[in-house]
C-alpha cells in the first residue's frame, strides 16, 4: 500500500491512497474538509464527499501524468514504468505542476 499526500495551494488537502493496482481511495483532511474558505481540488472529488473510492485511479491524478512520447521519455529517464501512475505522480507532481495541486508520496509507516 502506497499513500501520498495532496496540496492545493501548499495546504494539505487529503491523502491518496493505493491500496493495489485496482484499488484506490481519496479522502480529505479533516481540517480541510470542515474549512469552508477550501475549495475541492477538483469537480470530480467534491467536498460534499470526504472519501472516495475507485477501482482505478481517480482521473484527476491520471490526467496530472505526462501522454504519449512525453510519457515514455519521462518513464525511461526515471526508469518508472508507464503504467505505474503513483509513482509517476509522485515523481512528476511534486513540485512544479500547472494548476494548484501537487502530489508528495509519504514514507512507508
Not at 515514455?72 to 526508469?79: D, F, M, T, V
Amino acid at each position: 500500500m502506497r499513500k501520498a499526500e495532496v496540496y492545493r495551494n501548499g495546504i494539505l488537502a487529503g491523502v491518496l491512497t493505493e491500496e493495489d493496482r485496482n484499488g484506490y481511495s481519496f479522502r480529505y483532511d479533516d481540517v480541510y474538509f470542515n474549512d469552508s474558505n477550501k475549495y475541492a481540488i477538483s469537480l470530480t472529488l467534491p467536498k460534499t464527499q470526504q472519501e472516495y473510492r475507485s477501482e482505478h485511479m481517480f482521473p484527476f491524478f491520471s490526467n496530472m501524468v505526462a501522454e504519449g512520447t512525453n510519457l515514455a521519455i519521462q518513464s525511461r529517464y526515471l526508469k518508472i514504468d508507464e503504467r505505474d501512475v503513483m509513482s509517476l505522480l509522485a515523481a512528476t507532481a511534486s513540485l512544479d505542476t500547472i494548476g494548484a495541486v501537487t502530489v508528495k508520496l509519504m514514507e512507508p509507516s
